[in-house]
């Protein structure tokens, strides 16, 4: 049984920060590697972040890096993705997603999903 649940969106002015949480249930959390995902109206899911299994390897869109930064508490069972200066661009539905390998930057590598939090930012 692996159970994810998203926590932490909202509305905020451009400019502003969020963070967004993925509680994962289950005793092997810390063999997986995790990513997030987001996906707006009339868009395809695209990648955000990903980490990997032991937090030492981290991969980012090219749109979100030097603003968004993923992590993990692996004592917690839950990996972060803290948002700063966020754009009206990255409004979405967010996802945590899990692996049981690579820290992969594709949706369909992933194995467990999350039912989403939305992130609204307005301009």
């Known amino acids: 049984q692996v159970l994810l649940v998203e926590s932490g969106g909202g509305l905020v002015q451009a400019g502003g920060s969020l963070r967004l949480s993925c509680a994962v249930s289950?005793?092997?959390?810390?063999?997986?590697?995790m990513g997030w995902f987001r996906q707006a109206p009339g868009k395809e899911r695209e990648f955000v972040a990903s980490i990997s299994w032991n937090g030492v390897g981290t991969r980012y869109a090219d749109s979100v890096k030097g603003r968004f930064t993923i992590s993990r508490d692996n004592a917690k069972n839950t990996v972060y993705l803290q948002m700063n200066s966020l754009k009206p661009e990255d409004t979405a539905v967010y996802y945590c997603a899990g692996s049981g390998s690579y820290y992969y930057v594709t949706s369909k590598s992933y194995d467990y999903w999350g039912q989403g939090t939305q992130v609204t930012i307005s301009s």
């Open positions: 289950g005793r092997t959390f810390s063999s997986y590697a």
